[in-house]
């Protein structure tokens, strides 16, 4: 089982990203999917969920209107797209893959996004 992500790097406030995170090993439709994030010093939060067959979304609150996560099943791909980034976004970004009837959980190696000026 592995998750890549990538797509992280530098951008100035106010700026775009587009995370992706690809997996493989694992049949990634049947899986729930979410992006969580930690910063130095803080713990690890979850920003968006997203269902198996991408009918429920959730949102942390600081991301609501801003972020969104979406799918696509045939890439076995999840992703992030990231608008009007502030300096508190800066983190590292992971995702994760559950399959809540097999109490299976599987996460990336994680990839950094840094906002500043």
């Known amino acids: 089982v592995q998750l890549v992500e990538s797509g992280g790097g530098l951008v100035q406030p106010g700026g775009s990203l587009r995370l992706s995170c690809a997996g493989s090993?694992?049949?990634?439709?049947?899986?729930?999917m979410s992006w969580y994030r930690q910063a130095p010093g803080k713990e690890r939060e979850l920003v968006a969920g997203?269902?198996?067959?991408?009918?429920?979304?959730n949102y942390a609150d600081s991301v609501k209107g801003r972020f969104t996560i979406y799918r696509d099943n045939a890439k076995n791909t999840v992703y992030l797209q990231m608008n009007s980034l502030k300096p508190e976004d800066t983190a590292v970004y992971y995702c994760?893959?559950?399959?809540?009837?097999?109490?299976?959980?599987?996460w990336g190696q994680g990839t950094q996004v840094t906002v500043s000026s």
């Open positions: 994760k893959a559950r399959l809540a009837a097999l109490n299976a959980d599987y």
């Open positions: 997203l269902s198996s067959v991408g009918a429920m979304r």
């Open positions: 090993g694992f049949i990634f439709s049947r899986y729930d």
